[in-house]
């Protein structure tokens, strides 16, 4: 079980919420679910970056793909060139009940590898709302901290449950940690692997930040408060459609626009092939 938990490491250069460009480091875990080098993580721990790094239990170093994400599941798939690595035996998460034990393998604080903590489920289909997105995860009271995210949460017979979210912890709480139900990521990790997306979800294809202050206002350049985009997605609609980046959202299929949030909403309501009517403000005009 334990040989199935990778260290990930990442180098993003980014846009920040000022629209200035930077480069930043991060860490964080994953778990190998074929021998063929096939690793699922979460999306927050790769998203943006330009070079991962995985590092194996025996310390051997992998330069990896990036395969898929799935922001709303917060997943994603990546990739190493090697064969024969230790997979983690996928269990199921429907058969999981209150009290059952789990163990959770990861790289806490991005510098202790292969780290084991042991708990129990206390409960199993906690929403929670992680930067707006609601998710359904399962609760543990075992000891997670940053750089667990995307490792492993396995059952007593060493089954992989879930995948571990560990995003939405603070400093200040102990005793609580979230993990996708691997009944869950099932289906995502799939479709990530043959088609790099999840076929079937519409999406806009941007990152957006709400400028609220007058201080983050004048940082980013803006006159305005409101919902800007802040990244647009190569090959994505939006890139298609001509939306470009600092535009500020008015409307979205006619209505206003006061959070980042109410664009998600809508765009989660539609089908794939709909279109929306979208009015921006660019250079001081709609």
């Known amino acids: 079980?334990?040989?199935?938990?990778?260290e990930i490491t990442t180098e993003s250069a980014a846009t920040d919420s000022f629209f200035q460009?930077?480069?930043t480091t991060g860490a964080g875990s994953g778990v190998i679910i074929s021998k063929d080098g096939y690793i699922v993580t979460n999306n927050h721990v790769v998203e943006g970056a330009n070079k991962i790094t995985v590092r194996d239990k025996s310390g051997k170093e992998y330069a990896a793909e990036l395969i898929g994400t799935d922001a709303k599941t917060d997943l994603a798939v990546i990739k190493v060139n090697a064969n024969n690595l230790s997979a983690a035996i996928l269990g199921t998460s429907a058969s999981l009940s209150v009290g059952d034990e789990a163990i959770a393998i990861g790289n806490p604080l991005g510098e202790l590898g292969g780290t084991v903590t042991r708990g129990i489920i206390s409960?199993?289909?906690?929403?929670?709302?992680?930067?707006?997105?609601?998710?359904?995860?399962?609760?543990?009271?075992?000891a997670i901290n940053k750089g667990n995210s995307g490792g492993g949460l396995f059952n007593a017979g060493g089954q992989l449950i879930g995948i571990v979210n560990a995003k939405s912890s603070g400093t200040s709480v102990e005793g609580l940690g979230f993990a996708i139900p691997i009944d869950t990521a099932k289906p995502v990790i799939e479709s990530l692997i043959t088609s790099g997306y999840v076929t079937g979800r519409p999406q806009l294809g941007v990152s957006m930040v709400n400028i609220e202050d007058e201080m983050s206002a004048f940082q980013s350049g803006v006159d305005e408060f409101g919902v800007y985009i802040a990244k647009i997605n190569r090959d994505s609609a939006a890139e298609e459609a001509g939306l470009e980046i600092k535009d500020r959202v008015i409307s979205v299929d006619g209505k206003e626009i006061t959070s980042s949030d109410e664009i998600a909403k809508i765009i989660d309501s539609k089908k794939v092939g709909d279109s929306v009517k979208i009015v921006v403000e660019r250079d001081h005009k709609e």
């Open 21 to 23: 460009q930077m480069v």
């Open 123 to 142: 409960a199993l289909d906690r929403e929670i709302n992680i930067d707006g997105q609601a998710m359904t995860l399962l609760q543990t009271d075992t």
């Open 1 to 6: 079980t334990e040989q199935s938990v990778v």
